[in-house]
């Protein structure tokens, strides 16, 4: 979409079709009367179409082709047009007492990303920002992101800005429908995982185009989203059918470990729990399905019997001790190090110089 300012056209008025009928009649030299006399229709029923009172309806516009030459097509054209007209003019001035709503938006964040169009009429960004929605109304936004049983709304990050949150996820679910996918394989998406582990060695113009078509086989979406302001989000994974699982990342902290992390993390909440769940992953969030997510997600990068058995040489875990286990182990080592750091066997300080810096600029066009 575009990113620049503009104004969309919308006619404040249209004719409606009965004046081109008068203005035909007039041109013809003929009169309602003898339109009506040729027709078979009552001569009130022909001057309340002049004077837009009636519609034109299709067995009407028959007629008026037979008498006039005219196309049945036109007139049944134009008579669609004048009330499709009449309803946006309707609609915009109901949404012209809306447009405050566009202040719980990020819409300037979201049109620098290019998520969408920057109108300067308020009420054109406003059906902008509902299209990208999917909604017709912000009273269905309300409905749909904020009804009680929504399931978003159990995320702390949620309920105090559901408006950049709900335009994060939006952008996830858009990246997903326009995303070729297999439906979903629970075995596939298993031996997946194993390849998907191999990959974290690799840059990511490299990594992330071979992660999401590997997950894409076995019907798991992987869309990569930059995070909006006032959000604390780092990844979400939803089911959005039966056969077709949604895992979108941020790159929140910004390097390979948590990204990792977070992937497998999301990865664990598919293959663990159930379909109807909903998981915004977020700081301080604890429970029973999220530390199972954290388990999974630590012992598939790290299998513990390795981990058990991986000590430092000397008295601290130093550079060459780590690079040595990855290797043994095939995965990055700045993996390694985040595992070491969370763990307290070494201080967040260390080793960080073996973590890979993720930026959207590092990653090119690979972002959503």
Request: charged letters at 25%.
């Amino acid at each position: 979409m575009a990113n620049n300012a503009q104004n969309q056209y919308m006619p404040d008025f249209v004719s409606h079709p009965g004046e081109t009928l008068l203005e035909t009649l007039e041109a013809m030299g003929m009169t309602q009367v003898d339109l009506a006399e040729r027709t078979g229709r009552p001569t009130k029923t022909i001057n309340k179409i002049i004077h837009g009172k009636t519609a034109i309806t299709p067995e009407t516009a028959l007629q008026l082709e037979r008498v006039l030459g005219t196309p049945a097509r036109f007139w049944i054209n134009r008579e669609r047009y004048y009330r499709e007209s009449l309803a946006r003019a309707q609609e915009r001035e109901e949404l012209q007492g809306q447009v405050d709503w566009l202040k719980n938006i990020p819409v300037k964040a979201m049109n620098n990303l290019g998520w969408i169009s920057a109108f300067e009429n308020k009420v054109d960004q406003l059906v902008e920002v509902i299209q990208y929605f999917g909604v017709s109304s912000p009273a269905q936004w309300e409905s749909l992101w904020m009804g009680e049983d929504v399931s978003f709304r159990q995320s702390p990050s949620f309920e105090s800005e559901p408006g950049a949150v709900s335009a994060w996820l939006r952008r996830g679910e858009l990246v997903a429908r326009d995303t070729d996918c297999r439906p979903y394989n629970e075995t596939g998406f298993r031996e997946a995982l194993t390849v998907i582990r191999s990959l974290t060695t690799l840059p990511p113009q490299e990594f992330i185009p071979a992660m999401r078509e590997i997950c894409a086989e076995v019907g798991v979406v992987v869309a990569l989203v930059p995070e909006l302001p006032k959000t604390i989000t780092s990844g979400a994974t939803r089911w959005l059918s039966p056969d077709k699982a949604l895992i979108q990342l941020s790159l929140r902290y910004k390097r390979d470990d948590q990204f990792w992390f977070t992937f497998f993390h999301e990865a664990g909440h598919i293959l663990l729990h159930g379909k109807r769940d909903v998981f915004i992953e977020e700081e301080k969030v604890e429970n029973g399905k999220e530390e199972e997510a954290n388990q999974f997600s630590a012992n598939f990068l790290i299998p513990a019997k390795e981990y058990a058995q991986f000590m430092p040489i000397g008295r601290h875990y130093s550079q060459e001790d780590v690079l040595d286990f990855a290797s043994q182990i095939g995965i990055a080592p700045g993996i390694v190090v985040g595992r070491l750091q969370k763990d307290k066997k070494i201080r967040y300080s260390h080793l960080n110089g073996l973590k890979l810096p993720l930026s959207w600029e590092n990653m090119g066009e690979i972002s959503a």
